[in-house]
């Protein structure tokens, strides 16, 4: 394979880094920022269901607002602002297109994270709406909406413009993702708060966008950024490439399909959630698919997955994703449905997917992504590879408890002898591992924002002393 | 540029499909449901049949509960207590005592601000006014649940509540009357009064109750679960 | 993949063109030609025709047949049809009234004393229709005297100005007011009723005592047979409290100020 492009590569992936390298900085340092918070109120949140008066006082720390800040930091801090930061890297990457505009793409970003900021302080002092995963007052939803779009637009025009004719498949997830992002928030902003539908269709509406926030712009940059990485460091191609066309089609239409397993049981006509199971089964084709794209891959190629930093995270996070996948399709199966609703299967659930599989793909990106910006590498590996190490011990620890809890819950809701009194203090033990996982994870995050943080204040102090030197010859 | 078009295309169609098909489709089918003048009784010769006239089903709510149901939204309750009745096969909910019959669609058609609720770790509250009426009962449980059910994982809502002096040890009118022998009773002279937000919270709970019958929803069983 | 100038190590690395290059062809040659026979495609075919046939026999036989009141998977719509029997005025009325009227009324219909006036005896229960109708429809403000004693409040309107019941309601707890606690006045028809509402629907002002016995039109004929029953019956009511003089009487100058009218 011989690389055959104009000039040296080098100096167009030079250019390419450079047009973006402000922006990304910029959001590689909310997103940490973002997460920090969110692990410190999950911690908060976690402390409260051992002892419920904890932090009790005061009106803005009650259980409902905490969730409602937790949910918001997670989706709208930490998720948005990662993706902001690898998915137009990537982009841009692929396209061999430096990203134009690059000043805008900061602008926009300051907007999001004061939207973001005014949509915790609304929640604080209790403008939240009924809607998890869409608590942000109603009145920032614009703000997010025209940050939003100065920034997406950016990525399609990248697209756009490509300047070789490969279109690769990490390139659909991300386009895909950026274009579907703004339309669910749309439809889930018009139909619950611009325009309010009445009753149970606002439960539908909200099943609808809740599934294809985490479906269709969370797990497409996450696949895009997996298809990207796997091969790139693990130095193979991907297994069965050929499939993965069919892969992102079945994945995107049977996924946005599937989200009304959410009511199951629920007051709703029957045949919107039949419709939804069908389609949430038949998730088992492109998750095969998956498994040998990206598992399959890795495997191959055990010996560099082994050390490398990065690699870790993503192959960590696809089994998650490919796991996470099996329960979903198991949870959509009624009979089990009937154990798992209402307990805190669910919460498992979506911890699994923002944590398990988004949070440490992203975690393995950044660990490829700062180095390779700044052209300054870790001295030692010891404090990374320990992040990797505590991160996924407390996800583990965390899915456990959770999954652990809701099993339980289950069994019991279905023993109309046990009080709800009973039930809840049965589950103490569980609550109690779910805050030994949610304290190994706010830990492992801190670490994670350390080691970023500090690899970019080496990379300053290195600088600093010949800066000059190092502005004439980025090559270096 | 071929492919860019058709990726686009396939991105267009892949929502819409799911739009389409879930829903416009359920708006089309539930936009249109009114509150109902027919009801399904028992006659006399213990019959089912559909009867015009009655009052309207579902009825509004009043301004204070209202209020009560926004203080519900804002302080997170649906974060922990659901506002659906399931089938009895799914969990025992009318054998506990959530409901005389299962929720469906028309129930909520006045609702806005949905709180059908995912998660039970406390328990369903569809039609808690007829299962705990007492309006004392409520504030005590809201202003510290261990109060009422010792080892709840609710939390306490002290914010909710003020305490005052009183001048004599005569009870204020609205005050909380706690057990005889509380830990958590305030000393002699002092009293918890709840604000206007959390009467009208409990105003709100005391008014769930779904127990009447829709043409599409029969009450089934009669006692109020014990 | 010879790039050794790199400060990173990335000679280990696919660079992205290289990516892009190797998987264009992978897509030309379908499938690695090392592997010679693929499972997984030819297994990912039958598994897509297994999960189209299952779904499409799950929707149809657990679908509720699309139908918006179809919420049990096991749902079949059944033709067999709900007999619809009329309830007669008197049902529908008791329920209206348990709902509307006992809180002031009370259960028993006699009111409270000073505050609320009685229904049971009351002249202007079992007088004109009319007057009724209209006190339902708009409301009523200011004095009134019921069986001799002076009630001064406000009777709300239950006509579409206010809570807007329908004419078959208004019937029935009209006609439910006449017959029970011992009165025996006639059914209120709802035909009746709907005449009275075209008329006094528009009116958005309550009534005073004195305007309603103004411009009254002629009673309706009661379509039963036993009219004059009802009508003597009424008389005798009339004639029986005469102790309650006062009511009685304006009630009858109301009637007769009526008739001069007409």
């Given at each position: 394979?011989?690389?055959?492009?104009?000039?040296?590569?080098?100096?167009?992936?030079?250019?390419?880094?450079?047009?973006?390298?402000?922006?990304?900085?910029?959001?590689?340092?909310?997103?940490?920022?973002?997460?920090?918070?969110?692990?410190?109120?999950?911690?908060?949140?976690?402390?409260?269901?051992?002892?419920?008066?904890?932090?009790?006082?005061?009106?803005?720390?009650?259980?409902?607002?905490?969730?409602?800040?937790?949910?918001?930091?997670?989706?709208?801090?930490?998720?948005?602002?990662?993706?902001?930061?690898?998915?137009?890297?990537?982009?841009?990457?692929?396209?061999?297109?430096?990203?134009?505009?690059?000043?805008?793409?900061?602008?926009?970003?300051?907007?999001?994270?004061?939207?973001?900021?005014?949509?915790?302080?609304?929640?604080?002092?209790?403008?939240?709406?009924?809607?998890?995963?869409?608590?942000?007052?109603?009145?920032?939803?614009?703000?997010?909406?025209?940050?939003?779009?100065?920034?997406?637009?950016?990525?399609?025009?990248?697209?756009?413009?490509?300047?070789?004719?490969?279109?690769?498949?990490?390139?659909?997830?991300?386009?895909?993702?950026?274009?579907?992002?703004?339309?669910?928030?749309?439809?889930?902003?018009?139909?619950?708060?611009?325009?309010?539908?009445?009753?149970?269709?606002?439960?539908?509406?909200?099943?609808?966008?809740?599934?294809?926030?985490?479906?269709?712009?969370?797990?497409?940059?996450?696949?895009?950024?997996?298809?990207?990485?796997?091969?790139?460091?693990?130095?193979?191609?991907?297994?069965?490439?050929?499939?993965?066309?069919?892969?992102?089609?079945?994945?995107?239409?049977?996924?946005?399909?599937?989200?009304?397993?959410?009511?199951?049981?629920?007051?709703?006509?029957?045949?919107?959630?039949?419709?939804?199971?069908?389609?949430?089964?038949?998730?088992?084709?492109?998750?095969?698919?998956?498994?040998?794209?990206?598992?399959?891959?890795?495997?191959?190629?055990?010996?560099?997955?082994?050390?490398?930093?990065?690699?870790?995270?993503?192959?960590?996070?696809?089994?998650?994703?490919?796991?996470?996948?099996?329960?979903?399709?198991?949870?959509?199966?009624?009979?089990?449905?009937?154990?798992?609703?209402?307990?805190?299967?669910?919460?498992?659930?979506?911890?699994?997917?923002?944590?398990?599989?988004?949070?440490?793909?992203?975690?393995?990106?950044?660990?490829?992504?700062?180095?390779?910006?700044?052209?300054?590498?870790?001295?030692?590996?010891?404090l990374p590879n320990f992040n990797f190490v505590l991160s996924a011990l407390g996800i583990i620890i965390l899915l456990v408890a959770l999954y652990g809890a809701g099993w339980q819950q289950g069994t019991q809701f279905a023993n109309a002898e046990l009080s709800f009194l009973q039930i809840a203090n049965d589950l103490t033990f569980w609550m109690q591992l779910k805050l030994v996982g949610l304290t190994i994870l706010f830990i492992a995050n801190l670490l994670f924002a350390f080691n970023v943080v500090a690899l970019l204040l080496s990379k300053l102090l290195d600088v600093l002393p010949n800066f000059s030197n190092d502005e004439i010859n980025p090559n270096t | 540029m071929k492919h860019f078009s058709i990726l686009l295309f396939g991105i267009f169609i892949v929502?819409?499909?799911?739009?389409?098909?879930?829903?416009?489709?359920?708006?089309?089918?539930l936009g249109g449901l009114k509150q109902s003048t027919e009801s399904l009784e028992l006659d006399d010769a213990g019959e089912l049949v559909l009867v015009d006239g009655d009052p309207l089903y579902p009825m509004k709510l009043s301004g204070s509960s209202e209020q009560g149901h926004m203080e519900y939204v804002k302080l997170g309750c649906v974060n922990c207590h659901s506002q659906q009745v399931r089938r009895e096969e799914l969990g025992n909910d009318l054998q506990r005592g959530f409901g005389q019959r299962v929720s469906v669609p028309r129930d909520f058609i006045l609702q806005s601000n949905m709180v059908l609720g995912y998660s039970r770790l406390g328990p369903d509250l569809s039609s808690v006014g007829s299962r705990k009426s007492d309006l004392n009962w409520h504030l005590m449980h809201l202003y510290n649940p261990?109060?009422?059910?010792?080892?709840?994982?609710?939390?306490?809502?002290?914010?909710?509540?003020?305490?005052?002096?009183?001048?004599?040890?005569?009870?204020?009118?609205?005050?909380?009357?706690?057990?005889?022998?509380?830990?958590?009773?305030?000393?002699?002279?002092?009293?918890?009064?709840?604000?206007?937000?959390?009467?009208?919270?409990?105003?709100?709970?005391?008014?769930?109750?779904?127990?009447?019958?829709?043409?599409?929803?029969?009450?089934?069983?009669?006692?109020?679960?014990? | 993949m010879t790039q050794e100038n790199k400060d990173l190590d990335e000679s280990k690395e696919l660079q992205d063109d290289a990516i892009q290059e190797i998987h264009q062809n992978l897509l030309k040659d379908k499938e690695l030609p090392k592997e010679g026979f693929s499972f997984l495609p030819i297994a990912l075919i039958f598994l897509f025709a297994g999960v189209c046939f299952w779904g499409g026999i799950y929707i149809v036989t657990h679908g509720g047949e699309f139908r918006w009141d179809g919420y049990h998977p096991d749902f079949v719509a059944s033709d067999k049809s709900l007999s619809i029997p009329e309830k007669s005025l008197f049902e529908i009325g008791e329920k209206v009234f348990i709902a509307q009227c006992v809180q002031c009324h009370q259960n028993d219909g006699k009111g409270i004393a000073g505050v609320y006036p009685p229904l049971v005896e009351s002249s202007w229960v079992l007088g004109h229709q009319e007057v009724l109708a209209r006190i339902l429809i708009n409301g009523m403000n200011g004095k009134v005297v019921v069986l001799g004693k002076t009630y001064n409040g406000n009777m709300p309107a239950f006509g579409p100005s206010g809570l807007n019941l329908k004419p078959k309601q208004i019937a029935g707890v009209l006609s439910y007011i006449r017959q029970e606690w011992g009165n025996a006045g006639s059914d209120i028809t709802e035909d009746t009723m709907k005449n009275y509402m075209a008329m006094y629907n528009a009116r958005t002002t309550p009534w005073t005592s004195e305007e309603l016995s103004l411009n009254l039109s002629p009673e309706p004929e009661a379509p039963s047979k036993d009219t004059d029953i009802d009508i003597s019956d009424d008389n005798k009511m009339l004639d029986t409290h005469g102790d309650e003089d006062h009511t009685d009487s304006e009630h009858s100058n109301m009637i007769l100020s009526h008739k001069e009218h007409s």
């Amino acid at each position: 394979m011989s690389v055959s492009s104009a000039g040296s590569p080098h100096d167009s992936l030079n250019t390419i880094d450079n047009s973006i390298n402000k922006a990304v900085f910029y959001f590689i340092l909310s997103a940490i920022t973002w997460l920090a918070l969110s692990s410190l109120l999950g911690l908060i949140g976690g402390i409260k269901t051992v002892i419920p008066s904890f932090l009790s006082t005061n009106e803005g720390f009650t259980f409902g607002r905490i969730q409602a800040m937790l949910n918001t930091t997670l989706l709208m801090g930490w998720c948005s602002n990662a993706i902001f930061a690898v998915a137009f890297w990537i982009m841009a990457r692929l396209s061999s297109t430096p990203i134009k505009h690059g000043g805008i793409l900061l602008i926009a970003g300051v907007i999001w994270n004061i939207a973001l900021s005014l949509a915790l302080i609304g929640i604080f002092i209790g403008d939240l709406t009924a809607y998890s995963w869409m608590e942000f007052p109603s009145y920032t939803s614009g703000i997010f909406l025209l940050a939003y779009t100065l920034i997406a637009v950016w990525g399609i025009v990248t697209y756009r413009h490509k300047q070789n004719d490969y279109s690769y498949v990490s390139q659909w997830y991300i386009l895909g993702g950026l274009l579907w992002f703004p339309w669910i928030f749309v439809i889930g902003q018009f139909f619950i708060n611009w325009v309010p539908v009445r009753g149970v269709l606002q439960s539908i509406v909200h099943a609808w966008y809740i599934n294809n926030v985490f479906y269709l712009w969370l797990c497409p940059i996450a696949l895009g950024a997996c298809y990207y990485f796997i091969p790139k460091l693990s130095n193979t191609a991907i297994r069965s490439y050929h499939l993965s066309a069919l892969a992102f089609w079945t994945f995107v239409l049977f996924a946005s399909w599937s989200g009304l397993t959410y009511l199951i049981g629920g007051p709703v006509p029957v045949w919107l959630t039949t419709t939804s199971i069908v389609f949430a089964v038949s998730l088992i084709i492109p998750a095969l698919i998956f498994y040998t794209n990206l598992i399959g891959t890795a495997l191959s190629s055990f010996s560099q997955f082994k050390n490398n930093l990065a690699l870790k995270f993503i192959i960590f996070g696809s089994a998650a994703f490919i796991l996470h996948l099996f329960v979903k399709m198991g949870l959509s199966i009624r009979s089990v449905d009937a154990l798992a609703h209402f307990t805190m299967i669910y919460e498992a659930h979506h911890w699994h997917l923002i944590y398990g599989f988004f949070s440490m793909v992203f975690f393995g990106a950044f660990y490829y992504l700062v180095p390779t910006l700044l052209k300054h590498s870790y001295k030692s590996n010891v404090l990374p590879n320990f992040n990797f190490v505590l991160s996924a011990l407390g996800i583990i620890i965390l899915l456990v408890a959770l999954y652990g809890a809701g099993w339980q819950q289950g069994t019991q809701f279905a023993n109309a002898e046990l009080s709800f009194l009973q039930i809840a203090n049965d589950l103490t033990f569980w609550m109690q591992l779910k805050l030994v996982g949610l304290t190994i994870l706010f830990i492992a995050n801190l670490l994670f924002a350390f080691n970023v943080v500090a690899l970019l204040l080496s990379k300053l102090l290195d600088v600093l002393p010949n800066f000059s030197n190092d502005e004439i010859n980025p090559n270096t | 540029m071929k492919h860019f078009s058709i990726l686009l295309f396939g991105i267009f169609i892949v929502l819409t499909s799911s739009f389409l098909g879930l829903i416009s489709s359920s708006l089309n089918q539930l936009g249109g449901l009114k509150q109902s003048t027919e009801s399904l009784e028992l006659d006399d010769a213990g019959e089912l049949v559909l009867v015009d006239g009655d009052p309207l089903y579902p009825m509004k709510l009043s301004g204070s509960s209202e209020q009560g149901h926004m203080e519900y939204v804002k302080l997170g309750c649906v974060n922990c207590h659901s506002q659906q009745v399931r089938r009895e096969e799914l969990g025992n909910d009318l054998q506990r005592g959530f409901g005389q019959r299962v929720s469906v669609p028309r129930d909520f058609i006045l609702q806005s601000n949905m709180v059908l609720g995912y998660s039970r770790l406390g328990p369903d509250l569809s039609s808690v006014g007829s299962r705990k009426s007492d309006l004392n009962w409520h504030l005590m449980h809201l202003y510290n649940p261990q109060i009422t059910s010792p080892g709840s994982l609710m939390p306490p809502f002290p914010f909710l509540f003020e305490t005052i002096k009183i001048s004599e040890v005569a009870a204020t009118s609205g005050a909380l009357e706690f057990p005889e022998g509380s830990p958590y009773a305030p000393e002699n002279g002092i009293a918890i009064i709840p604000s206007r937000r959390a009467v009208a919270l409990v105003e709100y709970l005391l008014n769930l109750d779904i127990n009447y019958n829709l043409p599409e929803a029969v009450v089934t069983k009669n006692d109020t679960g014990e | 993949m010879t790039q050794e100038n790199k400060d990173l190590d990335e000679s280990k690395e696919l660079q992205d063109d290289a990516i892009q290059e190797i998987h264009q062809n992978l897509l030309k040659d379908k499938e690695l030609p090392k592997e010679g026979f693929s499972f997984l495609p030819i297994a990912l075919i039958f598994l897509f025709a297994g999960v189209c046939f299952w779904g499409g026999i799950y929707i149809v036989t657990h679908g509720g047949e699309f139908r918006w009141d179809g919420y049990h998977p096991d749902f079949v719509a059944s033709d067999k049809s709900l007999s619809i029997p009329e309830k007669s005025l008197f049902e529908i009325g008791e329920k209206v009234f348990i709902a509307q009227c006992v809180q002031c009324h009370q259960n028993d219909g006699k009111g409270i004393a000073g505050v609320y006036p009685p229904l049971v005896e009351s002249s202007w229960v079992l007088g004109h229709q009319e007057v009724l109708a209209r006190i339902l429809i708009n409301g009523m403000n200011g004095k009134v005297v019921v069986l001799g004693k002076t009630y001064n409040g406000n009777m709300p309107a239950f006509g579409p100005s206010g809570l807007n019941l329908k004419p078959k309601q208004i019937a029935g707890v009209l006609s439910y007011i006449r017959q029970e606690w011992g009165n025996a006045g006639s059914d209120i028809t709802e035909d009746t009723m709907k005449n009275y509402m075209a008329m006094y629907n528009a009116r958005t002002t309550p009534w005073t005592s004195e305007e309603l016995s103004l411009n009254l039109s002629p009673e309706p004929e009661a379509p039963s047979k036993d009219t004059d029953i009802d009508i003597s019956d009424d008389n005798k009511m009339l004639d029986t409290h005469g102790d309650e003089d006062h009511t009685d009487s304006e009630h009858s100058n109301m009637i007769l100020s009526h008739k001069e009218h007409s």
